[in-house]
Nanobody, 115 residues
Framework: VQLVESGGGLVQPGGSLRLYCEAS????????MNWYRQAPGKERELVAL????????TYADSVKGRFTISRDNTKNALWLQMNNLKPEDTATYYC?????????WGQGTQVTVSS
């Protein structure tokens, strides 16, 4: 099982980034897939999740209306479109899946929002 994130970087406030997570080694199409983030000195928090079967989504209040989570089950791919980024969005972003009673995390991708 492997999760690999990419797409992070440095962006100015108000800018956009699109994160990508490539999943392999498990049938991701039926699983809930998640984006978490962790800022320095803070606990890791759920940003958004998407169900595999019906595609329903849930967002943290802090990102509602700015972030969009999406997936392509045929490609085992997960995205997070982040618009109108704010300095408080600065964090390492992780792709996460719970599968067969185990936690699987990607290595993370750094997002820095600064002028």
């Amino acid at each position: 099982v492997q999760l690999v994130e990419s797409g992070g970087g440095l962006v100015q406030p108000g800018g956009s980034l699109r994160l990508y997570c490539e999943a392999s080694g498990f049938p991701s199409s039926t699983l809930v897939m998640n984006w978490y983030r962790q800022a320095p000195g803070k606990e890791r928090e759920l940003v958004a999740l998407i169900h595999g079967i019906d595609g329903s989504t849930t967002y943290a209040d802090s990102v509602k209306g700015r972030f969009t989570i999406s997936r392509d089950n045929t490609k085992n791919a997960l995205w997070l479109q982040m618009n109108n980024l704010k300095p408080e969005d600065t964090a390492t972003y992780y792709c996460y899946v719970w599968y067969r009673e185990r936690h699987y995390w990607g290595q993370g991708t750094q997002v820095t929002v600064s002028s």
